[in-house]
């Protein structure tokens, strides 16, 4: 069982709705949360980071974790063409200097 | 811009050669990491650094070796490239719990 699973999609959803993307993770020690977006043909670029549980927002975008059922969630409002790209999650422990990636899901918001 | 230059960004090579990707970093960041990125596998951890001349494996090493001289720089080589490592490979490092990543090397080997 890898230590972190994410829906590969692909997500095709009409401008203006709103997206939800999601991992799952085995590892009850993981910490700090990231999420991240890849262009095609570019390398990850990090959008939200938060530690433990709680949620966390900034602009349209709000990550959300869920500890107690190991569930991390990046929601996006009002979702624009320009948000069509690969979104990859990331998790580490109080260790901080290993991390474990979902495969990241594929997105595309059509005009 | 989390200061991360690899290069070169896109190469060419025949199987069987020599091939060094490098990576700088501006950020005096002691973790320097090497990934690779392939469909359906995400990213895979080839090796990584915690400070000069200290590097360890990650869970694809095999075919590739490492080395830093210098906190800038992290090179990874290929001592003799195969077909199956053709795929874009990332530098990173660490700071602060999370991760920046570079822009990426595309390598073909043929």
């Not at chain 1, 993770?25 to 700090?32: G, K, L, P, T």
Request: with cysteine.
């Amino acid at each position: 069982q890898k230590e972190v699973e994410q829906d590969p999609g692909p997500l095709s959803v009409p401008e203006g709705a709103i997206v939800s993307l999601n991992c799952t993770y085995s590892n009850s020690a993981f910490q700090y949360f990231m999420w991240y977006r890849q262009y095609s043909r570019k390398g990850p670029e990090l959008l939200m980071y938060t530690y433990s549980s709680g949620n966390k927002e900034d602009g349209r975008f709000t990550a959300q974790v869920d500890k107690s059922s190991k569930y991390i969630s990046l929601f996006i409002r009002d979702s624009q063409p320009s948000d069509s790209a690969t979104y990859l999650c990331a998790m580490s422990s109080n260790t901080g200097n290993q991390f474990y990636f979902g495969t990241g899901t594929s997105l595309t918001v059509i005009p | 811009d989390a200061g991360i230059t690899q290069s070169p960004r896109h190469k060419v090579t025949e199987t069987g050669t020599p091939v060094t990707l490098r990576c700088h970093q501006t950020e005096n960041h002691r973790y320097m990491y090497w990934y690779r990125q392939d469909p359906g596998h995400g990213l895979r951890l080839i090796h990584y650094s915690y400070g000069v001349k200290d590097t360890d494996k990650g869970e694809v090493s095999d075919g590739y070796s490492v080395s830093r001289s210098k906190t800038e720089d992290f090179l990874l080589t290929l001592e003799s490239a195969t077909s199956s490592q053709t795929s874009v490979y990332f530098c990173a490092i660490s700071s602060t719990n999370t991760i920046y990543f570079g822009e990426g090397s595309w390598l073909t080997v043929v």
